[in-house]
Structure formats: structure tokens, C-alpha cells
T-cell receptor
Framework: EDQVTQSPEALRLQEGESSSLNCSYT??????LFWYRQDPGKGPEFLFT???AGEEKEKERLKATLTKKESFLHITAPKPEDSATYLC????????????FGTGTLLAVQP | EPEVTQTPSHQVTQMGQEVILRCVPISNHLYFYWYRQILGQKVEFLVSFYNNEISEKSEIFDDQFSVERPDGSNFTLKIRSTKLEDSAMYFCASNGAAGSSNQPQHFGDGTRLSIL
């Protein structure tokens, strides 16, 4: 069964303190791994897509990487506005288009 | 930037009543989805829709649920007889030109459905 596990569940950082969020996955024939940001009461906001092991994507203070078993979201010198829940989702192979989500990591960045 | 819009933002309904949640996907997208998120839980897939028919549905999407694209812009989710356990945030999403269904899905801000 396709599965996504994210860790840690919650992370508290001081402003400027870099860290990484983990997303481990089990899926048949990965077609894409997606990172989203979700603010309270809002829908998931797309950040990155990774399609194959070794791929990396960057946007401002965020960098996403992918291996055959997991993905990392690296946050460099975070700011309070980076506080949110970060969701990882995978799309499996075959005819399916559905995304399978993890439970997310709640990130709090304190000034 | 184009976005997915959902109405209403909050819907309160008595158990057993019918409810229709509405979505306007991004205009050039061809694939449409409904997901739900029960408070404190994962975002869960309900149904995908392409070329005017359901392409995939989850076990959650039973006979009480239906989807429709009544015109060229709207995409609706109907729950025929609501149950307490249907209380959740419902998200609509869309993506892709034809053949590109693994492009990122873009989500609306959801409808919070509260069943009393």
C-alpha cells in the first residue's frame, strides 16, 4: 500500500536556525513527489515537484531533495513568515492521479 | 496568478440534509479533484474527474457522494444525506493540460462543512 510518513510532527526553530524536514514514502512507480505549504484555515499551496531521485529544487530559503525512499525539505535561515504546516504528497504509477499525503510537519519560527 | 476558488467558505447543515460544495477550477485545467481533511488528520483523496466523467474514486466516495461539471467553469461536490462524520474541510484541486496529470495540483482554500 502506498504510504507517506513525515517527521518530525512539529518543529520549533529560532529565526535563522536552519533545519530539515523529512518525508519517507512507499509507492509503486513514483510519478511525482510534491511539497505544499498550508497556513491555518487555508488550502495547500504548491511549493515544489520532484520527479526522479537526485533531483533538487530551490525557492528562496527552501530547498527540496529526493532519493528513492525519501525527500527532504531544507530550510535555510528561516524567518517567522516561514511558520506553517509543510505537507508532502506522492503520486503513484499507473492510471492514478490521486495524491497521497503525509500528516505534515508544523513549523514554528520564533523571532 | 490564476487560482482555484471555492464557495461557500463555511457551510453548516443539519444531519440528513443535502449539501452542494462549489468550485471554480483554474480555467485551462482539465483534471479536477476533491479532497477532504478531517480536523487534525491527513488530506484524503475523494475523487478525480476528467473529460466529464469520474476517473478514480476512493472508498470514502460512496453512493452518498456525487460530482458534476454543470457548465464550463464550475465543478461541484454533492453529499446527498449528510452524516456527522462528513464534518471536515473539503478542498477542490485542479491541474494539467491533456496528458500532463502529474503536474502539480493547485488547491482552493476549502469549504469547512459542519454537520449538526
Amino acid at each position: 500500500e502506498d504510504q507517506v510518513t513525515q517527521s518530525p510532527e512539529a518543529l520549533r526553530l529560532q529565526e535563522g536556525e536552519s533545519s530539515s524536514l523529512n518525508c519517507s514514502y512507499t509507492v509503486s512507480g513514483l510519478r511525482g513527489l510534491f511539497w505544499y505549504r498550508q497556513d491555518p484555515g487555508k488550502g495547500p499551496e504548491f511549493l515544489f515537484t520532484l520527479y526522479s531521485a537526485g533531483e533538487e529544487k530551490e525557492k528562496e530559503r527552501l530547498k527540496a531533495t529526493l532519493t528513492k525512499k525519501e525527500s527532504f525539505l531544507h530550510i535555510t535561515a528561516p524567518k517567522p513568515e516561514d511558520s506553517a504546516t509543510y505537507l508532502c504528497a506522492v503520486q503513484g504509477g499507473g492510471a492514478t492521479n490521486k495524491l497521497i499525503f503525509g500528516t505534515g510537519t508544523l513549523l514554528a519560527v520564533q523571532p | 496568478e490564476p487560482e482555484v476558488t471555492q464557495t461557500p467558505s463555511h457551510q453548516v447543515t443539519q444531519m440528513g440534509q443535502e449539501v452542494i460544495l462549489r468550485c471554480v477550477p483554474i480555467s485551462n485545467h482539465l483534471y479536477f479533484y476533491w479532497y477532504r481533511q478531517i480536523l487534525g488528520q491527513k488530506v484524503e483523496f475523494l475523487v478525480s474527474f476528467y473529460n466529464n466523467e469520474i476517473s478514480e474514486k476512493s472508498e470514502i466516495f460512496d453512493d452518498q457522494f456525487s460530482v458534476e461539471r454543470p457548465d464550463g467553469s464550475n465543478f461541484t461536490l454533492k453529499i446527498r444525506s449528510t452524516k456527522l462524520e462528513d464534518s471536515a474541510m473539503y478542498f477542490c484541486a485542479s491541474n494539467g493540460a491533456a496528458g500532463s496529470s502529474n503536474q502539480p495540483q493547485h488547491f482552493g482554500d476549502g469549504t469547512r462543512l459542519s454537520i449538526l
